[in-house]
């Protein structure tokens, strides 16, 4: 199967992007996992699919799929690239498109220069639906790993997130405590996790260990499930400039209930063919 396809990032988390509308794409984990390793394939973190609808509401569908083969809900930084990718083709001539994905709806305004908002959906609080094991809801919970208890927060952006607070990004366990807790019993679809550090009510750092790739330079449903973890202990404002490894995005979520929209850059890198 020979595909076209536009290599794109947003703030440094790759994507291979795959007009299904325009041509035939039948791929398996064994090809998805081709196309995202980066000696053998294209390289990425996330494969990207661009689909005809099936909800009338919605413009296009949009399916992403993690380097390791699997089919995942949401990805932030995709759909920023999605929207830029739709356009470029010349699929759509909208600036404010409706996506739909396998958490539902998302809401993606093309802004000036490579700035795109994403209406992210509102964030899902209560533990069996993030999906995570906890007897009630709270801002926190105890989770120990290998012996030792951290507090966590779990957060669902339609995918899973753990958000734990650290005083220094830079020297975060990530690469011990994301592997452990990304595949901790408490999160029965496993979950991606975040280390953020509060650098005052407005700013803060983040890394983010994702489900099914690893580290990534940046992480947009991370981004927005840190935002939200820490404004329901008002930690942050309803407004927060996230700062992670890749560059920074803007998050506004203004409580329970309410949508969190995220802001940021989509750029693309270059077009290839590649013979699968
Ligand atoms: N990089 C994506 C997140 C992908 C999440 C994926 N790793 C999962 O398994 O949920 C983002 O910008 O939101």
């Known amino acids: 199967m020979r595909l076209k396809f536009t290599k794109m990032h947003g703030l440094g988390n790759d994507f291979v992007m795959l007009d299904a509308i325009s041509q035939r794409v039948k791929l398996s984990p064994d090809k998805i996992r081709r196309l995202a390793d980066r000696n053998l394939g294209v390289g990425c973190d996330q494969v990207l ?24 809900e949401n990805c932030g930084n995709g759909a ?50 993030v999906p995570f094991d906890a007897d009630r809801r709270a801002p926190t919970y105890p989770l120990e790993v290998d012996g030792e ?32 807790i990304e595949r901790h019993a408490r999160f029965p679809n496993r979950v991606n996790v975040g ?17 099914g790739v690893g580290e990534t330079r940046a ?12 404004r329901l202990r008002d930690l942050v404002d309803d407004s927060v400039k996230i700062h992670l490894p890749g560059g920074a995005l803007t998050i506004h979520w203004s409580g329970p209930g309410q949508p969190v929209t995220m802001t940021g850059p989509a750029t693309t890198v270059y077009h290839g063919q590649i013979v699968l």
Do not use: W
């Not at 709806?105 to 899902?124: A, H, I, N």
């Open 49 to 72: 699919l661009v689909e005809a609808p099936r909800n009338p509401d919605a413009d296009f569908r949009y399916r992403i799929y993690n380097a390791d083969g699997s089919e995942v």
């Open 80 to 129: 920023r690239c999605f929207a830029r990718f739709v356009r470029e083709r010349r699929l759509t001539g909208k600036n404010q498109l409706t996506v739909e994905t396998a958490a539902g709806l998302l809401r993606l305004s093309l802004l000036e220069r490579d700035q795109v908002s994403v209406d992210m959906g509102v964030p899902v609080l209560e533990p069996a639906d």
């Open 149 to 180: 208890v951290y507090t966590v927060s779990a957060v669902s952006m339609g995918n899973p997130h753990a958000v734990l607070l650290v005083e220094d990004v830079a020297t975060a366990p990530v690469h011990k405590l994301g592997p452990l």
């Open 195 to 211: 280390f953020l550090q509060l650098d005052s009510p407005e700013e803060a750092r983040l890394r983010v260990f994702e489900r």
């Open 219 to 230: 992480c947009g449903t991370g981004a927005c499930a840190a935002a939200v973890a820490a």
